[in-house]
């Protein structure tokens, strides 16, 4: 399931920047971007829904690459569980961004109650969620940075899963069998095959299902 998660992000960074060159970061304009590019830009509708249903096959995925490290004690080779954990936050974070950008009733108090959460941290709380808002309330300065950080996030996630997949190549991967080094079976076409069945099968049920 790690491959497919490598297929689902880079597949969530190409359809985001094809949304981006219409999207409009402002809280007078991005709902009704959001609605343009819906229905009037050629293919648009086709794109927001790509990206909106390939961002929940992403955590599909990612969930049961998680169970699976768990059952399989992945957790012991420390500094790979480390690496996958923060790549788990930072897509957590990311998706929430994400959330907010069409700036609808549902955004605009997921941004608000969300956000508020970080007052609760002891003698900076208030200050946290001010210069998170970009002032005293959810306005136009948080929708920006909102934006701007969704955009930046995958990238910095893309990074991480490079370090990911350096700790996982010095540690080995876990696997059912126990198997050691000198037992191994070549990537291709054993796993390859596997991994493009797979991105074909999950990309059928992203389209028709």
């Given at each position: 399931?790690g491959?497919?998660?490598g297929v689902?992000?880079?597949?969530q960074i190409?359809?985001g920047l094809?949304l981006?060159?219409?999207?409009s970061?402002?809280v007078?304009?991005?709902?009704?971007?959001?609605?343009?590019?819906?229905r009037d830009v050629d293919?648009g509708?086709l794109?927001?829904?790509l990206?909106?249903?390939g961002?929940?096959m992403?955590f599909?995925?990612?969930?049961?690459?998680?169970g699976r490290g768990?059952?399989?004690?992945?957790?012991?080779m420390?500094?790979?569980w480390m690496?996958?954990?923060s790549?788990?936050l930072?897509?957590?974070?990311?998706?929430?961004?994400?959330?907010?950008?069409?700036w609808g009733?549902?955004s605009?108090?997921a941004a608000?109650?969300?956000t508020n959460?970080l007052s609760a941290?002891?003698?900076v709380g208030?200050?946290l969620?001010?210069?998170?808002?970009?002032?005293?309330a959810?306005s136009?300065?948080t929708?920006?940075?909102f934006f701007?950080?969704?955009f930046?996030?995958?990238?910095v996630?893309v990074?991480?899963?490079?370090?990911?997949l350096?700790?996982?190549?010095?540690t080995?991967?876990?696997?059912?069998?126990g198997?050691?080094?000198?037992?191994?079976?070549?990537l291709?076409?054993m796993?390859?095959?596997?991994d493009?069945?797979?991105v074909?099968i999950?990309?059928?049920?992203?389209?028709f299902v």
């Open positions: 399931f491959s497919l998660l689902y992000l880079i597949f190409v359809t094809f981006a060159f219409h999207f970061g402002d007078m304009l991005s709902f009704f971007s959001v609605i343009h590019m819906t293919g509708w794109i927001r829904v990206h909106s249903n961002a929940s992403f599909l995925f990612m969930y049961v690459h998680i768990i059952y399989y004690g992945s957790y012991c420390k500094k790979t690496s996958g954990v790549i788990f930072l897509s957590m974070i990311t998706a929430f961004l994400g959330y907010v950008l069409p009733q549902m605009f108090w608000t109650v969300i959460l941290v002891p003698y208030v200050m969620v001010e210069w998170v808002w970009g002032g005293y959810v136009n300065p929708l920006t940075r701007a950080f969704h930046i996030v995958p990238f996630i990074g991480f899963m490079v370090i990911h350096v700790f996982l190549h010095e080995g991967s876990s696997n059912p069998l198997i050691g080094g000198w037992d191994k079976v070549s291709h076409p796993f390859s095959v596997k493009v069945v797979g074909v999950s990309g059928f049920f992203l389209v």
